[in-house]
């Protein structure tokens, strides 16, 4: 079952590589992982999407939890959450019929043009994952797929719940 | 007034001192010299050279065992460093507290591939409770305070301090302040036992006909032995310790029925199996207790106490889950038991102890006593080392069939008396650890046990005995073989001894003398029990006892692979 951890971690050197460390010494599977400084520049935030049942998961979080710069670890995949991912992807746009296309499906999605060149547009859309998926299945149909990147969920919770010191 | 500046390299120095450390255990080299030139203008922390840093760690660990106190170990950058990695992993596997300070290169040089440059914080990274890098020298005090703070809380471990040479140089002063009353926001171990598990915890072992306490590690880390006696006397149930938590209740406790596990007694093996409730207090379910876990104790509550999360439910679920420190948590279980009037099953308690004894009596840590002429069993020679020093010698072992037979031949009256390389298993480590042990308790008997194989893995540090007159007694058994090793040939790869005998095997007793101590060499049945009196009539030199054991035996009894906690071969062929 697909997981997501939000952790939070004193912003030190080294805290990134311990967390990552971790779940590749005790072959825990990272399917995405995100980090950056938190508006307490103390503080980072990462978000990991994982997969196991619940004595992985419990496993994952305990052990992510022993780390000494670990402030807070949370299962967001418990309750209601709001998760999202961004896709940048590069697309061979040669004719009109292709751009209109391409504009069309990236309308659908609710996707931007943020680039254009002599014959490629770059598309950026946020969803989570499986918006994404079906973006580029979708886009695919209709050209071809020169580049592309994500960056791997975020997540947070719906509603009062926080994740802060 | 102006203030007093120090450079960093005092500031560890002065750091160590203020937090009443009165041994670190290294080796010089050009990071760390500015740390040398420190201590050796001051008198409060006095350092022990010895021959390798692999040594270094161990001997801290062994001190550490041996009195509770964090171990501090020095090592250079680079090799100095790398060298102390299977001596933090051994302390990693078993709760040691140890704080390694590891010399980097400068700051500037870093990630240059510098000269006697590593990442050792990288390359610590799995096998040590944090890590630290020094990158200002005003840091360095409140870092090493953090660095013990962690080290021996909560469930302790190793922690490495980076120290880059800039920081410690001559050139760069600063002011000195350390806060020894350390706090950390993310880091607060659970102390205490939620009330709630307390409950269930009593109400589940009132209910129990067949409990099974089940101790480790944790009982001795924690001083928890008299504690432990009495709520195992209060119970009036069986006890088993692990091979870590051996010495936690007295070895010749009537309630006590050995070690469990793979060279465990039946008794230990056939009541864990049969048990309806098991109290697991600072254990953590190894796979050297546990066997196949498909098959464990099936028919078993569990109830798991450990300060470390972690260790509860990762091998086998828990159903009574308690977090918290062994002693603070059996004090718990204690009052709970006065609160609500806790009285015992004495019925299921005499079928319980019954059946027990009925295991007890196949008696399955006993060998085949040879004849006159025959060669000296293993088992002999540690039953004449219980006898001759009254049970209160310090036992380190280095690792292999000599571990195993000390563990079972040598009933430990006290914790802390027991000193091996439990998780890691680590060869080598039995002498330098001995060497800590006889630093910390210059008066007492403090042994060496150990092997032809393991010993040769440090056997250099002889020289450091000699430098601080660290009288051990080294008792190898001498089997010419990696006992082990080729014990599992025999019983598993079709008698195959493939490189499992060590040839060409110094002569010890020569190799003692040249180091400049006494050694002595035992052949025969006959001289067994007069040359070990002589060996250990001696005080003050360290004296090397080769004794030339039965290459052939076994050390049983031995748990069937794969099988059930209480799978088990009695002797050579024969199951239980």
């Not at chain 1, 969803?127 to 580029?136: N, T, V, W, Y």
């Not at chain 2, 001190?63 to 171990?71: I, N």
């Not at chain 2, 196949?292 to 999360?309: E, G, Y």
């Amino acid at each position: 079952m697909r997981r997501i951890l939000a952790i939070l971690l004193e912003n030190e050197p080294g805290s990134l590589s311990r967390i990552v460390g971790l779940f590749s010494q005790r072959a825990f599977n990272i399917e995405s992982l995100t980090v950056a400084p938190t508006e307490d520049e103390s503080l980072s935030r990462i978000t990991i999407a994982t997969s196991g049942d619940d004595c992985v998961l419990e496993q994952i979080v305990k052990q992510v939890n022993k780390l000494i710069d670990v402030i807070k670890i949370t299962d967001l995949t418990e309750r209601s959450h709001v998760e999202r991912e961004l896709l940048l992807i590069k697309l061979l746009a040669m004719n009109d019929k292709t751009r209109t296309e391409v504009k069309r499906i990236a309308d659908i999605f609710r996707g931007n043009i943020v680039d254009i060149g002599k014959q490629v547009y770059t598309v950026q859309v946020t969803g989570d994952a499986e918006k994404l998926d079906a973006f580029i299945s979708a886009v695919s149909n209709e050209t071809e797929v020169i580049e592309s990147v994500r960056s791997g969920c975020v997540g947070i919770a719906r509603g009062e719940k926080a994740l802060r010191v | 007034m102006t203030k007093e500046l120090y450079t960093g390299a005092e500031m560890v120095v002065k750091a160590l001192s203020a937090l009443k450390v009165k041994y670190i255990f290294g080796y010089p080299g050009g990071s760390v010299l500015d740390i040398y030139d420190a201590i050796f203008n001051q008198d409060d922390v006095e350092h022990i050279l010895v021959r390798h840093e692999q040594a270094a760690t161990h001997m801290a660990d062994g001190y550490t065992r041996a009195t509770g106190e964090v171990g501090v170990v020095l090592a250079t950058s680079g090799p100095g460093a790398t060298n102390c990695v299977t001596g933090i992993a051994t302390a990693y596997m078993d709760s040691i507290p140890m704080v390694v300070l590891a010399g980097q290169v400068a700051t500037s040089l870093i990630g240059d591939d510098a000269f006697q440059e590593t990442d050792i914080v990288g390359c610590s990274r799995p096998i040590v409770k944090h890590s630290f890098n020094c990158r200002k020298l005003e840091d360095i005090p409140n870092i090493i305070a953090k660095a013990f703070y962690i080290a021996n809380s909560g469930r302790p471990g190793p922690v490495v301090v980076e120290l880059p040479k800039d920081m410690l140089i001559p050139q760069n002063k600063g002011e000195f302040h350390i806060d020894t009353d350390v706090q950390l926001r993310s880091y607060n171990p659970t102390v205490k036992g939620h009330p709630k598990q307390i409950k269930k915890a009593v109400q589940t072992i009132a209910n129990a006909e067949r409990l099974v306490v089940y101790t480790g590690g944790g009982i001795v880390l924690s001083d928890a032995s008299e504690q432990l006696t009495t709520l195992v006397e209060r119970l009036n149930a069986p006890i088993t310790n692990t091979l870590m938590g051996l010495g936690g209740i007295s070895g010749v406790h009537p309630n006590f029925l050995g070690m469990l596990g793979m060279h465990g007694s039946l008794e230990a093996n056939k009541a864990m199996a049969n048990a309806d409730v098991i109290l697991a207090l600072g254990a953590r379910f190894d796979d050297r207790v546990t066997n196949n876990v498909q098959k464990f104790c099936p028919n078993a509550t569990i109830i798991h106490v450990d300060v470390d999360p972690t260790s509860i439910s990762k091998t086998i679920n828990a159903h009574i889950p308690v977090v918290g420190l062994v002693d603070k948590v059996m004090a718990q279980l204690m009052e709970e038991m006065d609160a609500t009037g806790y009285e015992r099953n004495e019925a299921a308690l005499t079928n319980w102890w019954q059946q027990i004894e009925e295991w007890r009596s196949v008696n399955s840590f006993s060998y085949q006593a040879p004849a006159e002429d025959d060669k000296i069993k293993p088992q002999q020679v540690v039953e004449a080392m219980y006898e001759i020093t009254k049970g209160e010698a310090y036992v380190c072992s280095d690792v292999g069939q000599h571990q195993m037979f000390a563990a079972q031949y040598y009933p430990f009256a006290k914790p802390r008396q027991w000193i091996n390389s439990g998780g890691l298993g680590t060869m080598g480590f039995g002498l330098p650890a001995a060497m800590g042990a006889k630093l910390a308790f210059p008066d007492s008997h403090v042994i060496c046990i150990t092997g032809d194989g393991s010993v040769q893995m440090n056997i250099q540090e002889l020289s450091t005995c000699l430098q601080y007159n660290l009288p051990v007694v080294i008792v190898s058994l001498n089997n010419r073989s990696l006992g082990m090793v080729r014990q599992w040939q025999d019983m598993i790869y079709g008698g195959r001894h493939s490189s499992s005998y060590m040839e060409s095997l110094p002569d010890f007793v020569k190799l003692a003398e040249s180091y400049g101590h006494v050694g002595i060499q035992i052949n025969h049945l006959s001289e067994l029990d007069e040359k070990l009196n002589e060996a250990f009539a001696i005080r003050n030199r360290l004296v090397f006892v080769d004794v030339l054991v039965d290459e052939k035996e076994h050390v049983y009894p031995m748990q069937v692979r794969h099988g059930a906690v209480d799978d088990m071969w009695i002797k050579k062929g024969e199951k239980a």
